[in-house]
């Protein structure tokens, strides 16, 4: 089943991903350590995809290096479990969810990042 979100332009919900931080205080290079950690993406390849109308989809498919850590991300978001998400890409995409509310709710980067 395709979700409507796999058509989203990334560049589209990011600004969601730093509002969200900064309404609690962290900031936009939060946002990005946590993308860069996740997804392997350099600041240059994030800027890129951030302002080249590439979708969720396709950024998740072209990640440089997915995080082999991700895999520790658990809990629930939206009222859905992580680890239960069958689907790879939609899994990928409520990881970053995760770890953006993880952010938001003041959790300590080292934490967040599974370190």
Known sequence: MAHRVYQMAFGKVYPLYVLK???????????HTIIRWLTGYSEEALAAVIGDGTDM?????RAPRLNPDRTLITGAICGIRVEEVE??????????????????RGKAMEKILRG
């Open 57 to 61: 989809k396709g950024f998740f498919a």
């Open 87 to 104: 689907e790879e890409t939609m899994r990928e995409i409520r990881y970053l969810d995760k770890l953006i509310d993880e952010l938001a």
């Open 21 to 31: 931080a900064e309404k609690k205080g962290r900031t936009r290079e939060d946002v």
